[in-house]
């Protein structure tokens, strides 16, 4: 009787090539070996910093959680995190389309918390200000991504990923409803929205995990809080990427 093997996936080619290709806007490696900073690999010196204490907020210098590109940061306190070193969006920016990316091992039944996302204020646990284009893991351990459009627009992944595993998620926003917004995780679609953000004003910084989002209704964190686990190759891209190039992002990293 033949029996089925599991095989762990082939790669196809390089992943950080493939991001690469797509021309990202801030690229965020989190291969550091030490130290607060994030290097922007980009070429557009939109770098970032770790917040939180080294040691029991977080680590740096670890293997990259897709193997043989880059490296990683293991966030260990839901108070630590990282924000972009200025508000890197302007209005006329993130106002475009959009995909924003990153790759994240989240801990087995991590509670809910930030991922990603963008806020107009430079202080993460502040209760003023725009935040917008937001993922996040909810109370269930599944992805939601977020935007405001004159109310509060969900995307809910169907299965949870606080499961210790390596996962790669997009969220694609386009220019209007006809595009929408559609979250792909590990390169294949978990939702798809026509709502986009209307929330156009100021600027915005980019943070990584830490963001209070207190007002967002049920399914948030309440607070501030990080969805804990580790994370590299934090990406945003000033197009609303096919889902060709999503599935061509995930299948350089062996996860499709």
Request: proline share 4%.
């Given at each position: 009787?033949?029996?089925?093997?599991?095989?762990?996936?082939?790669?196809?080619?390089?992943?950080?090539?493939?991001?690469?290709?797509?021309?990202?806007?801030?690229?965020?490696?989190?291969?550091?070996?030490?130290?607060?900073?994030?290097?922007?690999?980009?070429?557009?010196?939109?770098?970032?910093?770790?917040?939180?204490?080294?040691?029991?907020?977080?680590?740096?210098?670890?293997?990259?959680?897709?193997?043989?590109?880059?490296?990683?940061?293991?966030?260990?306190?839901?108070?630590a995190g990282a924000r972009s070193n200025s508000d890197v969006f302007s209005a006329a920016v993130f106002a475009a389309n959009k995909t924003?990316?990153?790759?994240?091992?989240?801990?087995?039944?991590?509670?809910?918390?930030?991922?990603?996302?963008?806020?107009?204020?430079?202080?993460?646990?502040?209760?003023?200000?725009?935040?917008?284009?937001?993922?996040?893991?909810?109370?269930?351990?599944?992805?939601?991504?977020?935007?405001?459009?004159?109310?509060?627009?969900?995307?809910?992944?169907?299965?949870?990923?606080?499961?210790?595993?390596?996962?790669?998620?997009?969220?694609?926003?386009?220019?209007?409803?006809?595009?929408?917004?559609?979250?792909?995780?590990?390169?294949?679609?978990?939702?798809?929205?026509?709502?986009?953000?209307?929330?156009?004003?100021?600027?915005?910084?980019?943070?990584?995990?830490?963001?209070?989002?207190?007002?967002?209704?049920?399914?948030?964190?309440?607070?501030?809080?990080?969805?804990?686990?580790?994370?590299?190759?934090?990406?945003?891209?000033?197009?609303?990427?096919?889902?060709?190039?999503?599935?061509?992002?995930?299948?350089?990293?062996?996860?499709?």
């Amino acid at each position: 009787m033949l029996r089925r093997m599991m095989m762990a996936r082939p790669r196809t080619g390089s992943f950080s090539a493939e991001v690469a290709a797509d021309n990202p806007y801030l690229w965020w490696r989190a291969d550091e070996p030490a130290g607060a900073v994030l290097g922007d690999s980009s070429g557009y010196s939109r770098g970032g910093s770790v917040i939180g204490t080294v040691g029991t907020g977080y680590t740096r210098g670890l293997p990259p959680i897709i193997a043989a590109d880059g490296g990683s940061i293991d966030i260990l306190d839901a108070s630590a995190g990282a924000r972009s070193n200025s508000d890197v969006f302007s209005a006329a920016v993130f106002a475009a389309n959009k995909t924003f990316m990153v790759a994240a091992k989240i801990n087995n039944s991590a509670a809910a918390g930030t991922i990603l996302g963008l806020c107009d204020g430079d202080n993460p646990t502040g209760t003023t200000g725009s935040r917008d284009r937001i993922i996040s893991l909810d109370t269930a351990g599944r992805v939601r991504a977020a935007v405001w459009s004159g109310a509060i627009s969900v995307i809910t992944s169907p299965q949870p990923i606080n499961d210790g595993q390596t996962h790669l998620l997009h969220f694609a926003i386009g220019a209007n409803a006809a595009e929408g917004s559609e979250l792909y995780v590990d390169g294949v679609s978990a939702g798809k929205m026509s709502a986009i953000s209307v929330d156009t004003s100021g600027s915005r910084y980019l943070y990584l995990g830490i963001l209070n989002m207190s007002g967002w209704g049920s399914g948030f964190a309440a607070g501030a809080a990080t969805a804990l686990g580790r994370y590299q190759d934090v990406a945003v891209f000033s197009t609303r990427l096919s889902p060709a190039r999503i599935a061509a992002h995930a299948a350089a990293a062996g996860l499709l």
